[in-house]
């Protein structure tokens, strides 16, 4: 495994995802060959449903909240290719975890579109069927950078739905946080193309910084409304090590509403799924619908069915987990279906994780306490 490097701005230090020693990875001899599946629940009683692959730990993009560049420069070393998951192992592994209940595939990263060939592995995981014969709610997550190409073959490769992230519509501010000095027009057009292919219906996501982009967000509200897009706004996590996170630069969802409401009266909707990690609302006059995604000011572990996997194939069990599980190893040897079936599902079994929850019970601080946390570039949002 290649050793990563992970800084902060004040020190310099060679971290590697680890796997947890604590557990085992593979079922112990006297368990039972398969684990119960379509039921599986953790220690807290959440149902495994829902899945997020990252497919590349690369991104053309250097979002300071995400991939900064003073640590992702020119000499850090992603992963090489030998170690990412094949298009086959991944939906190899998606279909076992489907098995276990995952209804829903996130395709993320890095930047997902940077991974060749990927409308292949769209068209492979879009054949999977639940027990009961249905599709899989199938979605991916992009800058935009590449969807104005892209859009049409990602549809006839069988991709339902695309989320775009973007942070503002000022080209000078979105230049900025991107920090590659990419137009937004680009990503606009991207969304465009994405609607005019079917992607729909497309979320848009925005990180919203304090200070920095917080003066976008009634710009965007009065862009995205009455066009289908529905629009997200995402509270600055304190995820990884390496975006130097500071709670001051938190705009809490709850202000955001209060400004957009402010201009175009809101009313609140009912979650539309069991897990939604958005509080919905709808605006009064029937142009459609925001979220916001409250993930520092109102924690939402208690309904969290998601899993992440890695590039190169390991479980995670929370987006702020500092240790990943390696399937790699069984995806790679003669694990047979039934044993890597087991080994998910006591993984997800073990799983106590609960870190929002946790962080809103502790005094606001600068998020650096406790072991180093995983990266979002590498296990994606
Ligand atoms: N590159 C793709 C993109 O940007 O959409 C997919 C990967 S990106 C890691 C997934 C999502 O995580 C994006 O919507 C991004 O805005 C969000 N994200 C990254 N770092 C974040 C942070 N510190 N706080 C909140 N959201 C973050
Ligand atoms: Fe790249 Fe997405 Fe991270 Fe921005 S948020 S640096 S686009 S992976
Ligand atoms: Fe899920 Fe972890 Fe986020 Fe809580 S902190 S909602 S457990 S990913």
Same mark, same amino acid.
Request: hydrophobic share 40%; with cysteine.
């Given at each position: 495994?290649?050793?990563?490097?992970? @800084?902060?701005?004040?020190m310099?230090?060679?971290?590697?995802?680890?796997?947890?020693?604590?557990?085992?990875? %593979?079922?112990?001899?006297?368990? $039972?060959?398969?684990? $119960?599946?379509?039921?599986?629940l953790?220690?807290?009683?959440?149902?495994l449903?829902?899945?997020?692959?990252?497919? @590349?730990?690369?991104?053309?993009?250097?979002?300071?909240?995400?991939? $900064?560049?003073?640590?992702f420069?020119?000499?850090?070393?992603?992963?090489p290719h030998?170690?990412?998951?094949?298009?086959?192992?991944?939906?190899?592994?998606?279909?076992?975890?489907?098995?276990?209940?995952?209804?829903?595939?996130?395709?993320?990263?890095?930047e997902?579109?940077?991974?060749?060939?990927?409308?292949?592995?769209?068209?492979?995981?879009?054949?999977?069927?639940?027990?009961?014969?249905? /599709?899989?709610?199938?979605?991916?997550?992009?800058?935009?950078?590449l969807?104005?190409?892209?859009?049409?073959?990602?549809?006839?490769?069988?991709?339902q739905?695309v989320?775009?992230?973007?942070?503002?519509?000022?080209?000078?501010v979105?230049?900025?946080?991107?920090?590659?000095?990419?137009? %937004? /027009?680009?990503?606009?057009?991207?969304?465009? /193309?994405a609607?005019?292919?079917?992607?729909?219906?497309i979320?848009?996501?925005?990180?919203v910084?304090?200070?920095?982009?917080?003066?976008?967000?009634?710009?965007?509200?009065?862009?995205?409304?009455?066009?289908?897009?529905?629009?997200?706004?995402?509270?600055?996590?304190?995820?990884?090590?390496?975006?130097?996170?500071?709670?001051?630069?938190?705009?809490?969802?709850?202000?955001?509403?209060?400004?957009?409401a402010?201009?175009?009266?809101?009313?609140?909707?009912?979650?539309?799924?069991?897990?939604?990690?958005?509080?919905?609302?709808?605006?009064?006059?029937?142009?459609?619908?925001?979220?916001?995604?409250s993930?520092?000011?109102?924690?939402?572990?208690?309904d969290?069915?998601?899993?992440?996997?890695?590039?190169?194939?390991?479980?995670?069990?929370c987006?702020?987990?500092?240790?990943g599980?390696?399937?790699? $190893?069984?995806?790679?040897?003669? /694990?047979?279906?039934?044993?890597?079936?087991?080994?998910?599902?006591?993984?997800?079994?073990?799983?106590?994780d609960?870190?929002?929850?946790?962080?809103?019970?502790?005094?606001?601080?600068t998020?650096?306490?406790?072991?180093?946390?995983?990266?979002?570039?590498?296990?994606?949002?």
């Open positions: 495994m290649p050793w990563r490097r992970a @800084t902060d701005r004040s310099s230090v060679r971290v590697i995802p680890l796997v947890d020693a604590r557990r085992p990875v %593979v079922a112990p001899a006297d368990a $039972p060959a398969q684990a $119960p599946t379509g039921s599986l953790d220690r807290l009683g959440r149902p449903t829902d899945l997020r692959i990252s497919v @590349t730990d690369r991104c053309n993009f250097r979002c300071s909240y995400c991939m $900064p560049k003073e640590v420069d020119k000499d850090y070393r992603y992963l030998a170690d990412l998951l094949s298009f086959e192992e991944i939906t190899r592994v998606a279909r076992l975890f489907v098995q276990h209940g995952v209804r829903k595939i996130r395709l993320t990263g890095g997902p579109l940077l991974r060749k060939n990927i409308e292949g592995l769209v068209e492979q995981l879009a054949q999977l069927r639940t027990p009961d014969g249905k /599709a899989l709610d199938l979605t991916l997550t992009t800058n935009g950078s969807l104005a190409r892209k859009s049409k073959a990602l549809k006839a490769a069988g991709l739905r989320t775009v992230s973007l942070d503002g519509l000022d080209d000078a979105f230049r900025a946080m991107n920090d590659v000095d990419f137009p %937004v /027009a680009e990503v606009l057009a991207g969304i465009e /193309a609607q005019a292919a079917g992607l729909g219906p979320k848009v996501n925005m990180v910084k304090r200070g920095t982009n917080e003066q976008e967000i009634l710009p965007m509200a009065r862009r995205f409304r009455g066009t289908g897009v529905v629009l997200r706004f995402i509270e600055y996590m304190d995820v990884g090590a390496t975006n130097g996170w500071r709670m001051d630069e938190v705009l809490p969802s709850a202000e955001v509403v209060a400004r957009i402010a201009e175009f009266p809101l009313v609140p909707l009912e979650a539309s799924a069991p897990g939604e990690t958005a509080q919905r609302w709808a605006y009064a006059d029937g142009a459609g619908e925001i979220g916001v995604i993930s520092v000011t109102q924690a939402f572990c208690q969290c069915s998601r899993a992440r996997l890695s590039t190169e194939g390991q479980l995670y069990l987006l702020f987990a500092s240790r599980h390696d399937l790699k $190893p069984l995806l790679r040897g003669d /694990a047979s279906d039934a044993q890597v079936l087991s080994a998910i599902g006591h993984i997800w079994q073990g799983r106590a609960r870190y929002s929850e946790l962080r809103a019970l502790r005094e606001p601080d998020g650096d306490g406790g072991p180093r946390r995983v990266e979002m570039s590498y296990i994606g949002g």
